[in-house]
């Protein structure tokens, strides 16, 4: 099984900045893929960025330019940093990751943290 722990979350005013952070944990051989996803009340649970095993990226177009998404893969965590928040930023994060297991198939399953509040507001 794989654990994810996040921390970073918070209330920030408008034109802030926040860090995220979520590291991985468990029987774990390879992790494919980590990202962050966001969901706001009465939404559905969306991307916000991603870092894939070879370092391609990719970002929602809300988010290009004022968020960055970087993996330390040797410690098997990710980092999200956002500048510039906005109100609709506001939502709760969870961290993601696409992970093989030790023993397991050579197929990744999804795991996902318990999320956290980030609120901005003035």
């Known amino acids: 099984q794989v654990q994810l722990v996040e921390s970073g979350g918070g209330l920030v005013q408008p034109g802030g900045s926040l860090t995220l952070s979520c590291t991985a944990s468990?029987?774990?051989?390879?992790?494919?893929?980590m990202g962050w996803y966001r969901q706001a009340p009465g939404k559905q649970r969306e991307l916000v960025a991603s870092?894939?095993?070879?370092?391609?990226?990719n970002y929602a177009d809300a988010v290009k330019g004022r968020f960055t998404i970087s993996r330390d893969s040797a410690k098997n965590t990710v980092y999200l940093q956002m500048n510039s928040l906005r109100p609709e930023d506001t939502a709760v994060y969870y961290c993601?990751?696409?992970?093989?297991?030790?023993?397991?198939?050579?197929?990744?399953?999804?795991?996902w943290g318990q999320g956290t509040q980030v609120t901005v507001s003035s």
């Open positions: 870092v894939a095993f070879g370092g391609s990226t």
């Open positions: 993601n990751a696409a992970a093989i297991l030790i023993g397991a198939a050579w197929i990744d399953h999804n795991y």
């Open positions: 468990g029987s774990i051989f390879r992790i494919n893929a």
